[in-house]
Structure formats: C-alpha cells, structure tokens
C-alpha cells in the first residue's frame, strides 16, 4: 500500500473524523438541553401566559428544533469536518501554530425561522443564520455569530465544550432571536405579488423577507455580522 496513503489516512483523515465525533457528542448534548428548555419554558409560560408556546421537535440525527413563541431555532450539525485557511485569525493562535491539526472542526449551525412561516409553510421566506460553533478534536471551540454570540465565545484557545457553556451558548441564540424585531419590508417590495401567490392562498411570501439577523443573506450588508 502506497506509504502516503496511509499516512494520509492515520493522520489528516482520522484528525478530521475525530473532530466530528466531539461535535456529534456536542449536538447529542444540545439536543438533550433543548429538551429541558422545553420543560422548564413551557412549564413556567403555562403559570405566566398560556398562550406563549414552547415546543422541542427532534428532526433527525443531524437536525434539532426548539419553537418559543413567534420564534424557531434550527440546530444543524454538517456531517463534515471544515478546515481554516491560513488567513483566518484562529490559525494565528499559537495553539494552532503548535499543531495545525487543531484548526481543523466539526460545525453546528444555527437559524432562526420565524413560527408562522413554517407553521403555514410558506417556503419563500428566509431563515436567518445566528451563528456557527466550530469544535475541534481536542473538544475546543469558538463560535462566528451577531453580537453577543460572537463576542462572549471566541477564545479558542481556552473555551472547551461543558454543559455550563453549551447552556449560556443556547440561551444567547434564544435571546438574539427573542429580541429581534421583524422588519416591515419597504412598500416597493409590496406594490406586486404573482398570481400564484394570490391563487394558492401564500400572499404571505412575497411580503415578508425575514428577521434582519444573522449572517449576510442575498448581499444584504449588516454591520453587526462577526463573519
């Protein structure tokens, strides 16, 4: 057998399947918070206001739903794992420097939907992304997202994966989506729906355009965006 093969497949290829292995422990996790966060949520909103829901949906290995109120987050683990560039800051870490192994992570992506548009399917509608926690073999992470998100989970070097950060992480993406507004679109983006709009019942699709959150969607500019 061809040496470099083996090299390759003893070094690069199990670096990367062990990166994936700690984030798929990572979004197992997760998925059991966002099963407590239903319980804990839905208890208290029953006492407060009955009418505030709260629902956990497991969508599938890889997939993850929590519904508060008006808002969805999707949990999505990628089945792959991601390298960085030489440009990217992380592999400027003299934790990386050492090992450039460490740069390589799973990644859990996370968006925001809002309820209606998926309760009454209407597909033309934008999810919006919070956030993506990239996590490494040695089970270190760091997370590119809006304000906060970004902010209080860049330290790569130090910050491991526990249940006290994947709480404050949850908690963050709830708080961004809960706190965001939904945007009236300007008139012009109103003055015309297609008669397949009108016909099918779904005027809704072409007058919402999402929650002004997250990443940049179809070159929109938001200066708040850590990308």
Request: proline share 2%; with cysteine.
């Amino acid at each position: 057998m061809n040496e470099q093969i083996l090299h390759l497949l003893n070094t690069k290829v199990k670096n990367a399947k062990n990166a994936t292995d700690t984030t798929f422990a990572a979004f197992s996790l997760i998925k059991h918070m966002l099963i407590e966060y239903e319980k804990e949520l839905k208890h208290i909103m029953l006492l407060n206001d009955p009418r505030i829901k709260v629902k956990y949906t497991d969508r599938g290995t890889f997939e993850a739903e929590l519904k508060v109120a008006d808002d969805v987050l999707i949990f999505i683990m990628h089945t792959n794992a991601f390298a960085f560039d030489a440009t990217h800051p992380l592999t400027k870490s003299n934790y990386v420097s050492l090992n450039h192994d460490r740069s390589v992570c799973g990644m859990i992506s996370v968006y925001n939907f809002m309820a209606d548009a998926m309760k009454f399917e209407r597909r033309g509608e934008l999810g919006q992304l919070l956030g993506r926690i990239f996590i490494n073999s040695e089970n270190h992470f760091f997370v590119e997202g809006k304000k906060q998100i970004g902010i209080l989970f860049n330290n790569f070097t130090s910050d491991t994966i526990s249940n006290d950060t994947l709480k404050k992480l949850i908690d963050q993406f709830l708080i961004n989506a809960l706190d965001t507004d939904a945007i009236v679109p300007p008139i012009d983006a109103m003055r015309e729906i297609t008669v397949h709009d009108a016909l099918t019942y779904m005027i809704e699709t072409s007058m919402y355009d999402g929650k002004k959150v997250g990443f940049k969607f179809r070159n929109q500019q938001d200066d708040d965006v850590i990308a």
